[in-house]
Structure formats: C-alpha cells, structure tokens
C-alpha cells in the first residue's frame, strides 16, 4: 500500500483549507439544512462537524494501513489487497465525476467513496461467511457523510462503489473451492487477535444518528 501518498494528500488539502477556509464555509452553510436526525451538540455546531469531517477522511488510510497488516498477519493478503486497491484509487486516481471539487471538500467525496467500498465489501462477505472481511461499522458515519455531501451527487458516488464491487466481486467469487479454506481463516482466532491491535479502528467520530427521528 502507498498511504504515505494518501497522507501527504490529506495534509495538502489541509493546507489548502487553512488558507481558504472552503469546507469550514460550506459547513457552516449547511448547519441550518441537516436532516434533523443527525444529532450535532448545540454548543458546537460547525466545529463538530468539522471534527467529523476530519477524522472521517483521517481515518482511510489508518484503515488501510491496518487491514494491509491484519492480511499479512492473517494470511489472507491475496483477498483483501484488491479491495484496499480501488480504496486507494479513489484518493490517488479519482473518478471522473469528482472533477471541480478541490481540498477537503474532494477528499470528503474520495472517503465517502472508500469507506463505502468496506462498507458494501463487508456486506458480501456477511452474506457468504457470516462475518465482515474488515469489522469495522461505518454505517452511521457513512450515512451522515452522505449528507453533507447532498443526496444527488453522494447517490452518484454510491453507483460508482457499486460498479466497482461489481467488477470486482461476483457470486462465482464465492463459489471456487479456496473459499472454504479461506472461511477458516476469516475465522480464525488469529484473524481477531489482528484486529485487536488497532482499537483507532472503533473511535467515535463525535456525531450521532437519531434514526427515530422525524423529518
């Protein structure tokens, strides 16, 4: 994995917003419009959104790093390398529809994109093995992303996630006669003992959900 790229990618856009002030602005604008079930302290306002838009994008490559390593450790590189791959495409490589975002504003889009890529991986694999090839819940963080983002264009960047899955990951993949040796070692105690090493994997991001609220 190349995530020394990603971070000195992430510490230019956070150059480019200390002298621009470009996310801080766009957030502040849509404080006022969130969906009334993202729970923002009050005292906070844009401040803790920002903080959530920090670690949010802060937190790929510390996941990619710590999947590359749980692979090795696990021995089951050669499955999960292809997914950090597009991962990390979108920061380096970005797709085509990301054109005229620029700073933190861009990479809020290319994490939307990487996290949601674990996040529809994780599904599949829940499906086939029973258990998630990267134990890490974003799905809340993810949904709130979604909303800063707006629904039109973060819709566009769901359909990207999934053609990419899809070019990826198919039944066929799940059928081959590796993937019951394979299941034995998603399972397996060394796998979770992996994971253990990296609790930065299950911080909280500040902001909640409230899914029982109204409109």
């Known amino acids: 994995m190349t995530t020394a790229a990603l971070r000195e990618q992430i510490q230019r856009a ?4 200390a002298a621009t002030g470009h996310l801080h602005k ?28 920090s670690a949010y994008i802060e937190e790929v490559p510390e996941l990619l790093d710590a999947a590359s390593e749980v692979a090795r450790e ?13 991962a990390e495409d979108y920061f380096l490589a970005p797709p085509s529809i990301m054109a005229g975002h620029e700073g933190l504003d861009s ?9 949601r890529l674990v996040e529809e991986v994780n599904d599949l ?4 093995f ?10 809340v963080a993810n949904l709130i992303a979604h909303q800063l983002i707006g629904e039109a264009f973060a819709n566009q960047l769901d359909e ?4 990419s899955v899809d070019e990826m990951l198919n039944e066929e993949s799940f059928e081959k006669e590796s993937v019951e040796a394979y299941r034995d070692k998603l399972t397996s105690p060394e796998t979770g003992e992996a994971w253990k090493k ?14 029982g609220s109204e409109r």
Request: with cysteine; aromatic share 6%.
């Open 125 to 128: 694999y829940i499906r086939h």
């Open 74 to 86: 696990a021995g089951i590189e050669s499955q999960i390398q292809p997914v950090l791959k597009i």
């Open 198 to 211: 990296w609790p930065c994997m299950s911080r909280r991001l500040g902001i909640g959900l409230e899914l």
């Open 130 to 139: 029973g258990q998630p090839l990267i134990p890490l819940d974003m799905t």
């Open 107 to 115: 990479l809020l889009d290319e994490a939307y994109l990487a996290h």
């Open 14 to 17: 956070n150059e480019h917003e």
């Open 160 to 163: 990207a996630v999934h053609r």
């Open 26 to 53: 766009l957030l502040e604008q849509q404080l006022p419009h969130l969906h009334r079930a993202i729970d923002v302290p009050d005292s906070e306002g844009s401040a803790a959104l920002w903080r959530f838009v």
